[in-house]
């Protein structure tokens, strides 16, 4: 299989991503005698061969389900294996967009990490472009190597090479990069090597993400004094929405039990007598609705209840907010 080109059936040794839960989405590589455990059962890889992707399959005991996806970049950030810090879609889409990023596009990007930007470059670029990526921590190298190759990643080059101390140059390549990405704890010390990598005909652009503000000064300095323009800094937020179902309650039963939680609260305790089980109570927000998901004994959707569809925002931003460093330059 290959991220650039969608297939149907799932053969054997294709990635597929198994969504267990909204929170849950599992990388596996079809394996003839393998089994995918999960909480909700178990799924047997000779069984996933000849489904469509897309699939909903049924554990192999009869309950349970989950669904078998074909990976895109945006599915794979949410579900690859973990081994530095990643970029999160809201950053990528956006910093994409702000460098032009487009089929064609010849892009450098330092370091790889866990080559969860690498994989939305590459989609991006297309055969007729190409993402040069480097990495300076060998098992981190190794691993994105690996999947690169497994994915079918044949645009992307990866380079094990420390991109501060030695440079990008890479052996009997012409890079000539129109775009950079640098996600490295001190990008300031590689920017003056950019110079002899990057494209001498077209107008190049730069991102680098840092976490803090004092790598953002550094980095700006840098800049300046590299002959980089039009420099500036902006920071992504993104607030996920989700669909929930809320009990709904009569207002009188919701103020009954309102006052019956104050009441308690303002006595302090609770008597339980012998070896009586506290019991635990449904919260109920300001507008009567019971909320499920804090209740011991009701679960979400429950039947003999009336249920309320609702959204709402998820309460904190989860994308890993960095600092994003724009410039651009004419060589
Ligand atoms: C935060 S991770 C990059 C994550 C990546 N953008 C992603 O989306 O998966 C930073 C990586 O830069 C690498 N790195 C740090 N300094 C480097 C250097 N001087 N040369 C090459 N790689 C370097 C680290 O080993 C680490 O893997």
């Not at 990069?177 to 300031?188: A, E, I, Q, T």
């Not at 652009?205 to 500036?232: D, H």
Request: with cysteine; proline share 4%; glycine share 8%.
């Amino acid at each position: 299989m290959s991220f650039f080109e969608y297939k149907t059936h799932i053969e054997k040794g294709d990635l597929v991503l198994a969504f267990i839960n909204r929170t849950t989405i599992k990388p596996i590589y079809i394996k003839t005698g393998e089994i995918l455990q999960t909480k909700y059962g178990h799924y047997l890889h000779d069984s996933m061969i000849g489904m469509p992707y897309g699939s909903q399959m049924s554990g192999a005991k009869g309950y349970g389900f989950i669904y078998l996806l074909f990976p895109t970049p945006e599915m794979w950030t949410l579900s690859l294996p973990h081994r530095t810090q990643i970029v999160y879609t809201p950053d990528s889409s956006y910093i994409l967009q702000r460098l032009n990023v487009k089929p064609g596009s010849r892009v450098i990007e330092a370091g790889t990490g866990s080559a969860s930007f690498t994989h939305a470059f590459a989609r991006t670029v297309g055969l007729s472009g190409h993402v040069f990526t480097y990495e300076f921590h060998e098992n981190r190298y190794i691993e994105a190597k690996k999947e690169l190759e497994l994915h079918g990643l044949v645009n992307t080059t990866i380079a094990y090479r420390d991109v501060c101390n030695d440079g990008l140059d890479i052996e009997n390549l012409d890079i000539q990069g129109d775009v950079v990405f640098l996600d490295l704890p001190s990008p300031w010390s590689a920017i003056p090597h950019l110079n002899s990598v990057i494209s001498s005909k077209k107008r190049v652009g730069i991102c680098c993400f840092s976490p803090c503000i004092e790598q953002v000064t550094k980095t700006i300095t840098a800049l300046e004094e590299n002959g980089w323009l039009n420099i500036e800094m902006v920071e992504v937020g993104a607030l996920r929405w989700e669909a929930r179902k809320r009990m709904k309650r009569s207002v009188s039963s919701a103020i009954s039990r309102i006052k019956d939680i104050q009441e308690r609260k303002k006595q302090g305790i609770e008597s339980f007598k012998n070896g009586e089980k506290p019991q635990k109570l449904a919260k109920v927000d300001d507008e009567g609705f019971l909320s499920a998901k804090k209740s011991a004994r009701v679960k979400e959707g429950d039947d003999g209840y009336e249920w309320l569809d609702v959204t709402k925002p998820e309460s904190e931003i989860k994308s890993h907010t960095s600092y994003l460093t724009f410039a651009h330059k004419l060589n």
